[in-house]
Nanobody, 124 residues
Framework: QVQLVESGGRLVRAGDSLRLSCASS????????MGWFRQAPGKERERVAA????????YYADSVKGRFTISRDNAKNALYLQMNSLKLEDTAVYYC?????????????????WGQGTQVTVSS
């Protein structure tokens, strides 16, 4: 069992930067590929970024490529999402998730464990 807790979400202005964190319980964090997903009001959940167990081969959705950076620290059981140049359309609840899959899974159904989410609101 993996428990995930996101933090760092808050109200920011367009163009600002924000860093989300995801803390994982247990000692098996390095066995999971990790991902960030988001869901805006009235919209389906969408993938944002993902990273392999070793921290290589990150994936980014086209909408965040060049602005967001996913990283992980296996020694600290932590996942991060650095978000720069935030836009109004980045407003959403952001979730971190863990997948036992190999490589960098990008489908949400590959992820077995989910956090409770953290709200990011970008204002003009």
């Amino acid at each position: 069992q993996v428990q995930l807790v996101e933090s760092g979400g808050r109200l920011v202005r367009a163009g600002d930067s924000l860093r989300l964190s995801c803390a994982s319980s247990g000692r098996t964090f390095s066995r999971y590929a990790m991902g960030w997903f988001r869901q805006a009001p009235g919209k389906e959940r969408e993938r944002v970024a993902a990273i392999s167990r070793s921290g290589t081969t990150p994936y980014y959705a086209d909408s965040v490529k060049g602005r967001f950076t996913i990283s992980r620290d296996n020694a600290k059981n932590a996942l991060y999402l650095q978000m720069n140049s935030l836009k109004l359309e980045d407003t959403a609840v952001y979730y971190c998730a863990a997948s036992p899959g190999i490589g960098t899974p990008i489908r949400s159904d590959n992820y077995h464990y989910w956090g409770q989410g953290t709200q990011v609101t970008v204002s003009s």
